[in-house]
């Protein structure tokens, strides 16, 4: 069965640095989604990517942020300079062909660590 | 904007009773979906159930049916026969019929399923 997946699965990185976080979705989905949950807190919606460009963000997608869809098969996510802040589970996710409703499959997340 | 409600950080059922997770959530949308996502311990999450909100029928799948209740806006899910392997984290989740497919989730709660 097809499956959303994320690497790393843990990434340690110093307060400033950058990070790239990567996903490979579905292969045949076209709408691609990030999100990140803090430590003890709820997931929440970072920015969703369709027709290579972004069509939502949220308040906490900042100009530290950027999504990619490089080479057709790989979605990733930017952080610039990263904060402690930063610190959360970020959670891809990809959904087929549009229209009012499509499942949102989930990879198993990356646990990014800023110290 | 949406908002959705876990009140229960922690639940526990013995093995083949029978378990109730509360959710509920607001909006001033009258179309929308409603989610009850599983998250077993270092995996992704699966999608147990959904709902339309313009369905009065409240969804079934196996041993996991939900009770909507849109006036009160409440969506809880109920497990009948429960299995070890239901042991993980659920978090109910909104999104919106139209715009963005973004999906607002709650804080999640925590079921273990006793031997």
């Known amino acids: 069965e097809p499956e959303v997946t994320q690497t790393p699965s843990h990434q340690v990185t110093q307060m400033g640095q950058e990070v790239i976080l990567r996903c490979v979705p579905i292969?045949?989905?076209?709408?691609f989604y990030w999100y990140r949950q803090i430590l003890g807190q709820k997931v929440e919606f970072l920015v969703s990517?369709?027709?290579?460009?972004?069509?939502?963000k949220s308040e906490i997608f900042d100009d530290q942020f950027s999504v990619e869809r490089p080479d057709g098969s790989n979605f990733t996510l930017k952080i610039r300079s990263t904060k402690l802040e930063d610190s959360a589970m970020y959670f891809c996710?990809?959904?087929?062909?549009?229209?009012?409703?499509?499942?949102?499959?989930f990879g198993p997340g990356t646990r990014l660590t800023v110290l | 904007a949406q908002t959705v409600t876990q009140s229960q950080p922690e639940m526990s059922v013995q093995e083949a009773e029978t378990v109730t997770l509360s959710c509920t959530y607001d909006?001033?949308?009258?179309?929308?979906?409603l989610f009850w996502y599983k998250q077993p311990p270092s995996r992704q999450m699966i999608l147990v159930i959904r709902?339309?909100?313009?369905?009065?029928q409240n969804a079934t799948e196996n041993r996991f049916s939900v009770n909507f209740q849109k006036a009160a806006k409440s969506f809880s899910l109920k497990i009948s026969d429960s299995q070890l392997g239901d042991t993980a984290m659920y978090f109910c989740?909104?999104?919106?019929?139209?715009?963005?497919?973004?999906?607002?989730f709650g804080t999640g709660t925590r079921l273990t399923v006793i031997p």
């Open positions: 996710a990809s959904s087929g062909a549009g229209g009012s409703y499509n499942e949102q499959f």
């Open positions: 292969s045949n989905h076209l709408y």
């Open positions: 990517f369709y027709n290579n460009e972004i069509s939502e």
């Open positions: 909006t001033s949308e009258n179309n929308y979906y």
């Open positions: 709902q339309e909100a313009y369905k009065q």
């Open positions: 989740a909104f999104m919106n019929h139209a715009g963005a497919n973004n999906l607002f």
